[in-house]
Structures are given as C-alpha cells and as structure tokens.
C-alpha cells in the first residue's frame, strides 16, 4: 500500500523551510499532498490560485508531490486523499507544544498518526510570517524561499 502524507498549511508564501521538509518527508513515503487549508477568517497575501500555482510550478517534475485545498477539517481531508499521515514541523518547542496537541487530537477522532520533523537548524528563523511582513516593506526575500517558486511573478494581494 502506498503511504501518503497530507503536509497541511495556509503555505503563504512556501517557504525554504517547507521545501525542506517536504523534500525530508519524501525519505519516509511515498507521496505528499502539500494540502492548502482555506480559512476565510484569515486574510492572506496570496491568493489560493496564486499559492496553487506557485507550488505546483515548484514541484512539477516531482510525481510524488501534489498540491490541493481545502476547505474541511485536515483529518477530514486526509481521510478524502487516503492520506494516513500528516506531515508537521517543528521549529521550537513553542511549536512542539502546539503540535503535539493538535496531533492527539487528530489521533483521538480520527486514529490518524502525525509525524513530526524538526526544522534543519539553519533554516528555524524563517517563517511565512516573516517572509511576509518583509515584502510588505518590500525587502527582497529570495534568501527565504525557493528560487524556482518565482514569488516575483505574483501580485500581493493584501
């Protein structure tokens, strides 16, 4: 049986980091769905289309990586894709507390295992939210996320 991994986020922008991760969880399945959760309370800088576009460009010669949204619950999406893991990282153990909640509790309704892998520690200090608050004073973040993510190409839409 094939073993896939939702890797779940708002993804606003893809990060160097994230890259990181997905390339790393790649060692340990078969398949990652790169999964953007629609939140409509939280106002994003790029549109959905935009962030779908900007991934499926990053991993288009990668069959093992796809990229969908959704809308559900993330267990309920990973029950969807037939997904029996979810893919999280960790940065800081401000992140592991928060991480290992919300991974009982998607065992606990759903008995779907979270897998966690720790941030390269070159790479701890890089968030969306930095990577955004830096183009909104318009600093160049190429240092921060994947040159063949080609943010440039994109319209902020905040």
Request: charged share 25%; proline share 4%; glycine share 4%.
């Amino acid at each position: 049986m094939k073993k896939t991994a939702l890797f779940p986020g708002t993804f606003d922008p893809f990060t160097i980091g994230h890259l990181s991760l997905v390339e790393r969880g790649l060692q340990l399945v078969d398949e990652i769905i790169v999964a953007i959760g629609i939140n409509p309370n939280k106002k994003t800088f790029f549109s959905l289309a935009q962030r779908i576009d900007m991934i499926s460009r990053l991993f288009k010669l990668n069959p093992k990586v796809s990229v969908q949204s959704y809308t559900s619950t993330t267990v309920d999406f990973a029950r969807e894709t037939n997904a029996q893991f979810i893919l999280r990282g960790i940065r800081s153990v401000n992140d592991f507390e928060y991480e290992k909640n919300i991974a009982d509790v998607n065992r606990k309704i759903a008995g779907i295992e979270t897998f966690v892998l720790f941030t390269k520690p070159e790479l701890t200090h890089i968030s969306s939210s930095i990577v955004r608050e830096l183009l909104s004073f318009g600093k160049n973040v190429d240092d921060f996320v994947p040159a063949d993510l080609h943010i440039n190409d994109y319209k902020i839409t905040k």
